[in-house]
């Protein structure tokens, strides 16, 4: 028994194993794991975890917001506005976002915007849920 258990050991370690130990590391370095949450100014603050590569999480449009992410390269201020056009009306909700993006901590976000209108065109889908 002892020998079929170094046997199986040292088959592994052969077949590459060490190999996927040692690139753990590295994975780190593209880790992306990020608390999101709104929070209306009347009401209760809404969060949610979204991981990239893959897209994954307990966010709604996960897959969408990792690839708007990525095109700001991590940076939600940096999201384009969007098109679409909101009411005037006022009704504050604020953003906010901390975490690690591709393996670096993020500068925490957190802005108010007029409404849930304008929230969605300012960051497209990483805040929609």
Same mark, same amino acid.
């Given at each position: 028994?002892?020998?079929?258990?170094l046997? #199986?050991?040292?088959?592994?370690?052969? !077949?590459?194993?060490?190999?996927?130990? +040692?690139?753990?590391?590295?994975? %780190?370095?593209?880790?992306?794991?990020?608390?999101?949450?709104?929070?209306a100014?009347? =009401? *209760?603050?809404?969060?949610?975890?979204?991981?990239?590569?893959?897209?994954?999480?307990?966010?709604?449009? *996960?897959? /969408?917001?990792?690839?708007?992410?990525a095109? /700001?390269?991590? &940076? /939600?201020? +940096?999201?384009?506005?969007?098109?679409?056009?909101?009411?005037?009306?006022? !009704?504050p909700? #604020? %953003?906010?976002?901390?975490?690690?993006?591709?393996?670096?901590?993020?500068?925490?976000?957190?802005?108010?915007?007029? &409404? =849930?209108c304008?929230?969605?065109? =300012?960051?497209?889908?990483?805040f929609?849920?």
């Amino acid at each position: 028994m002892r020998r079929l258990v170094l046997a #199986t050991l040292a088959t592994l370690s052969a !077949a590459g194993f060490g190999a996927v130990v +040692a690139a753990s590391p590295a994975s %780190a370095a593209t880790t992306t794991r990020l608390t999101l949450s709104v929070q209306a100014e009347s =009401g *209760a603050r809404r969060t949610v975890t979204l991981y990239c590569d893959p897209a994954r999480g307990k966010h709604p449009l *996960a897959a /969408a917001a990792c690839a708007e992410l990525a095109r /700001a390269k991590g &940076n /939600a201020a +940096a999201i384009p506005d969007g098109d679409g056009f909101c009411t005037m009306e006022y !009704a504050p909700v #604020t %953003a906010r976002l901390s975490g690690v993006y591709k393996g670096r901590t993020v500068k925490k976000y957190k802005e108010t915007f007029s &409404n =849930g209108c304008a929230l969605g065109v =300012g960051t497209g889908s990483v805040f929609r849920f």
